[in-house]
């Protein structure tokens, strides 16, 4: 009978080596150790000499003086020096075991001091004015005209390892094969202990290409920027599947996030209205990467979820003194007048009940700088501090939607999407005419130069896994929740079932006291700039087009925060995160349509009764070539508003991927635009360039239809997404002397130069009303004042969700742990009655390749041939076997408004706007 294994093939035995060739090798390895050695001896004969000339880098997070710095004369760094640093050959991962230092050479470049003082430039002793701050501009400009770079350096103070009250061998990942398994997390030793560090223990890095408020937003260090190759590509992929070499302090040059992941991943940052806070928009730069392959990346940037997490902070005195007795070791200053001053606030951790401020989660220092007129020297000034407050409380929102953390120790959380996005506010101290100077724009010289600054300070403890160890009061959940009456199930079994909540005095301890600022990792030098101005009226641009001429094409009406109350300029806007080409997702292919799309898209959303639209321009991270300014140059100041954004989505993986996809570029702007002008506007929306909005049934325009919504009490209204296809008859055929075949041999087909998208693409594989299983891609205006947070498809954190045991009780109304949106309040659009979404995202040439056969009635083919050309179902009735005289399949129906309606308005519109309807670019 034939055997079930197989044979192996015979092989003769290998010979064992015999004395002579044995000897030869160990002479031959003996040789190269002998000159290793005298090669390593000269090295460090070298490195005592030049002690100036490089810098010494642990690969052992555990190790006191990890990845430190370690020259004695300097620990600072320029963001735009480090980057002729060498990276170190050796992966840096915070499970590695302890490896020798590695040497990196620094080039012969003159680096700056440590920085102790807010600013380097400035040379009279600090001193701090806690009250009766008066802003003069006349003085204040003397100052930063006498100030040699005229504004000071944002500066990241890396403060490097994780808290170091882990207890070894308690943390487990969890199977990778068991989606289910979200691992084990580890245990701490009880209390935290007191963080001792001093100020040459941080390492710093200067971000020099933030040198005034013009386009802040745009020159912060989000990332490294785009990095091409000599041929032109992309030299850093923002599709990493597979493992890397990540050197984190090399990256920290253009982000510092990665080495200190305390510090926010800041995008966007602008006063209020008011002047009363300052708004930072961040994200989590956790779910960048959250494949298998992470691991060590994701445990290092757990911190990021720590920061959503609020924590108890009291003062305790406004000295060293109050703060030694407490805690021993602790860094103070001794006798340095100039760069440190007495006086300023100490903090310690603390529970609910005797905090300050319950839910906090930095310290938020503002100051200044002046001119002493004696001297003639500048000095900073310290003009208040105050804790930072959340607008949102993310661990109140995790638990009623449901879920039973925060963060995994797997690290797979990507469903959690209202944590994707990062809110947090610093309180303006109510010091003088301080927020009335922040509210008034004059802190900012017309040139761009802001003269007050907040420095942010992350105050360190570790993340809280499981809702079990949720940080909440009574008035929030009530007092069942911390007896756990209804015996709900932890999410990790260490943890007591009858008793819930987090300890803060076990895990804190009674004497927690924070580290002074200046002993602290921390943002330093972040610059307040000007508060978003309202775009103005139609009405408004055609009464003041010379005023708009002058202030730049901004009107500074509204001066308040938006209230329940208040009367919106605007009855619709839309945010629109958007590139003059882009890579899909997976980076399959290259769209380089956006700029004859966007100005399309614009023209035919302003006819359909748009109010504005925000355009993030994502142009810089895509290409050095162009942009979207040029494009949207035929718009008034009225009708559109570009934002220079270009930052980098970190991940552009298909959701699917294992290593799924995080388009933090986009979900940030998004956050920004509804925290910056969602206060001028009833009803907001993120869009895509390819996504149409058409109005059905008795409306004309989308205006009446949300106005009435609103009257309805309707505050989320979604829009199902079906993809439409390319409708034939607009294509040419088209041949690229590549896949698409010779210029006269085309093996595909593209839309014909005179045809509108909105035309060529309506054409719906599905009729009206769209199924239940479109519902998945959905889209959806909101109203801003309900809506707090959004991510693309979902209306994530409401004021709904938010309202708490004691708001709710107080108002006679039920409350639970979990929460559902009413469907008066967030339902589906009538696709019939009231709006319609046509999706036109773009079929590239190449994809529409062997149409000629996908397309026959009747083609079966392999799993990924499928026809993506559209041929038009006459009248919008389905017949069976019904073809074209050439045999395709009638497969998609039209939307007659568009056909008859709609796209003969949008063409007349773009002619009259432009004069020539092709002229796009």
């Known amino acids: 009978m034939p055997s079930n294994h197989f044979q192996r093939e015979y092989r003769p035995r290998r010979r064992g080596w015999n004395a002579a060739q044995l000897i030869k090798a160990l002479s ?6 002998i000159f290793w050695f005298i090669y390593m001896i000269q090295n460090l004969h070298s490195l005592d000499k030049t002690n100036d000339e490089t810098t010494i880098i642990s690969q052992n997070p555990k190790d006191a003086s990890f990845n430190q710095f370690t020259k004695k004369k300097n620990n600072s760094i320029n963001g735009e020096v480090a980057g002729l640093i060498d990276k170190p050959a050796v992966e840096i991962t915070p499970d590695s075991e302890r490896r020798e230092p590695v040497v990196v050479p620094i080039l012969d470049i003159e680096m700056k001091p440590p920085m102790t003082s807010s ?35 944002l500066t990241a103070y890396v403060e490097h390892g994780p808290l170091a009250n882990e207890i070894p061998g308690t943390r487990g990942r969890g199977e990778d094969s068991d989606k289910k398994d979200d691992g084990v997390p580890p245990q701490y030793a009880n209390p935290l202990p007191v963080r001792k560090t001093k100020p040459d223990d941080l390492v710093t890095f200067e971000y020099a290409k933030v040198d005034s408020c013009h386009e802040l937003q745009s020159k912060l260090p989000v990332d490294a920027g785009l990095l091409t190759s000599e041929d032109g590509s992309r030299a850093i992929p923002n599709t990493r599947n597979s493992r890397y070499k990540f050197d984190f302090l090399a990256e920290a040059k253009y982000c510092p996030v990665d080495a200190d992941p305390f510090l926010p991943w800041i995008h966007d940052v602008f006063p209020s209205n008011n002047g009363e806070f300052i708004h930072f928009v961040a994200q989590n730069k956790r779910r960048c990467n959250t494949g298998s392959r992470f691991a060590e990346q994701l445990q290092r940037l757990e911190p990021q979820v720590a920061l959503m997490q609020g924590i108890g902070v009291k003062k305790i005195g406004d000295d060293d003194d109050s703060a030694n007795e407490m805690a021993d070791g602790l860094w103070s200053p001794e006798g340095d007048e100039k760069n440190y001053i007495d006086g300023m606030p100490r903090y310690k951790l603390s529970d609910h009940e005797e905090a300050d401020e319950k839910f906090t989660r930095f310290i938020c220092r503002f100051h200044t700088i002046e001119l002493d007129n004696k001297s003639g020297l500048t000095r900073d000034v310290i003009i208040g501090e105050t804790l930072s407050v959340f607008p949102i409380n993310y661990e109140y929102v995790n638990m009623r939607k449901r879920k039973s953390t925060m963060l995994s120790p797997k690290g797979k959380d990507n469903g959690l999407f209202w944590l994707s996005n990062f809110r947090f506010d610093c309180p303006v101290p109510d010091n003088g ?37 949720s940080y909440f009061t009574e008035d929030l959940v009530g007092p069942d929740y911390f007896r756990n009456s209804d015996n709900r199930k932890p999410k990790f079994k260490s943890h007591e079932t009858n008793i819930w909540g987090f300890d803060a005095k076990t895990v804190f301890g009674d004497t927690h006291v924070l580290p002074r600022v200046e002993a602290s990792g921390r943002w330093a030098n972040i610059p307040i700039c000007t508060a978003p ?40 806007s839309a945010c629109v995160w958007a590139s003059a080409s882009f890579d899909t997702r997976g980076g399959d292919r290259k769209v380089d349509d956006t700029m004859e799309r966007t100005r399309e898209w614009i023209e035919y959303h302003l006819l359909m009764g748009f109010d504005h639209i925000y355009i993030y321009d994502n142009s810089g991270a895509n290409t050095n070539e162009t942009d979207l300014v040029k494009t949207l140059s035929p ?94 008859y607009f294509m040419d055929k088209y041949g690229n002397g590549g896949e698409c075949g010779q210029v006269d041999d085309p093996k595909c087909l593209r839309k014909m130069n005179n045809a509108t998208f909105l035309e060529t693409y309506n054409c ?24 707090l947070s959004h991510f693309v498809h979902y209306s994530t954190v409401t004021k709904g969700i938010l309202q708490t045991y004691r708001e709710a009780k107080t108002k006679g109304r039920p409350w639970h742990y ?3 949106e009413s469907p008066k309040s967030e339902r589906l659009i009538d696709e019939l009655k009231e709006a319609v979404m046509i999706h036109s995202k773009t079929t590239v040439p190449g994809n529409t390749k062997g149409y000629w056969k996908t397309c026959i009635l009747g083609f079966k083919g392999k799993f990924n041939e499928k026809c993506r050309v559209g041929f038009p179902i006459l009248g919008n009735v389905k017949v069976d076997n019904a073809t074209t005289p050439e045999g395709y399949e009638f497969n998609c129906y039209t939307n007659e408004r568009v056909t008859n309606l709609y796209a003969p308005k949008l063409r007349e519109a773009m002619n009259k706007r432009t004069g020539r309807f092709l002229d796009l670019v």
């Open 28 to 33: 031959f390895a003996g040789g190269i150790y």
């Open 119 to 153: 600013s380097s430039n400035i040379e009279e002793p600090i001193r701090s004015q806690l009250s009766n701050f008066e802003f003069n501009i006349e003085n204040t400009q003397k100052a930063i005209d006498a100030n040699p770079n005229r504004i000071k350096t």
């Open 433 to 469: 005419n301080l927020r009335n100077s922040i509210a008034s724009g004059i802190t900012v010289l017309p040139d761009g130069t802001p003269s007050i600054y907040v420095d942010v300070v992350p105050i360190r403890t570790n993340p809280r896994f499981g809702m079990e160890e």
């Open 533 to 572: 101005k309202r775009p103005p009226t139609k009405e408004e641009f055609k009464l003041s087009e010379e005023a708009l001429t002058t202030s730049g094409g901004q009107f500074s009406i509204l001066k308040v925060e938006d209230t329940k109350d208040a009367k919106k300029p605007f009855t619709s």
């Open 635 to 728: 718009f008034s100041a009225a009708e559109v508003t570009r934002i220079e954004w270009p930052s980098i989505v970190c991940n552009n993986n298909l959701p699917a991927h294992e290593n799924t996809g995080e388009r933090s570029s986009q979900y940030a702007a998004e956050s920004s635009c509804r925290q910056r002008y969602g206060q001028y506007t009833e009803w907001i929306a993120a869009f895509d360039t390819d996504e149409y909005f058409v109005p059905m049934g008795k409306y004309g325009d989308l205006r009446t239809m949300l106005t009435d919504a609103k009257e309805e009490g309707t505050n989320i209204l979604s829009f199902k997404s079906t993809r439409a296809y390319p409708n034939y």
């Open 764 to 787: 719906d594989f599905v009729p009206l009303p769209k199924p239940e299983w479109a519902v998945r891609a959905k889209k959806q205006f909101y109203r801003p004042n309900y809506v």
């Open 818 to 820: 979990w929460y559902a």
